[in-house]
């Protein structure tokens, strides 16, 4: 068991929890002022949920946050207005199904933030769909954006195509190539 702890001036948290594989839940912590949870549970393969009341709020940086949590199916609805790397934020987490459209408006790295993520359900790629399209700031790179670079397989990309977000996505500006497969 993990001692409660005052966290509520804590900045950088990230790598908190990084390789803890027998945490299976996440202690009541004050998050309220992280800016940076990269790292936090990685490779918590036993992590089995998150709480609702994690405050991901003031993070701009997420990436890896979750990456290996093989124990997760579902991630509850997560602040992430502020988030500017989302990047690998749920790799390996292969027995993840559920997700929510997380705001994407400020995030400037998303790559292969669902890879290795086999069980996504289609709501959830419907939903990583939208959070393609709009994902303004990473759009405005000027880089050529594909769905493969967050991380989803072929497989997936075809399902994708049947989705209602699917056209916006195309319309956002991510790429097809010439034969009319989007990567």
Known sequence: TIPLLNTSNVIDMGSMF??????ESIPALDTRSAEYMNDMFWNCTSLEAIPSSLDT?????TNNMFWGCAGLTSIPALDTSNDENMGTMFSGC???ETIPVLDTSKTLDMMYMFSECPSLS??????????????DAYIEQGENLFLTMVGLTNSQIIACRELSNYQDCINAGWAE??????Y
């Open 177 to 182: 190539s010439e034969e009319g497969d989007v």
């Open 94 to 96: 292969t027995n993840l």
């Open 122 to 135: 289609t709501t959830t790629l419907n939903n990583i769909l939208r959070m393609c399209a709009d994902a």
């Open 18 to 23: 990084w390789n803890c594989t027998a945490l």
């Open 57 to 61: 709020g003031s993070a701009v940086t």
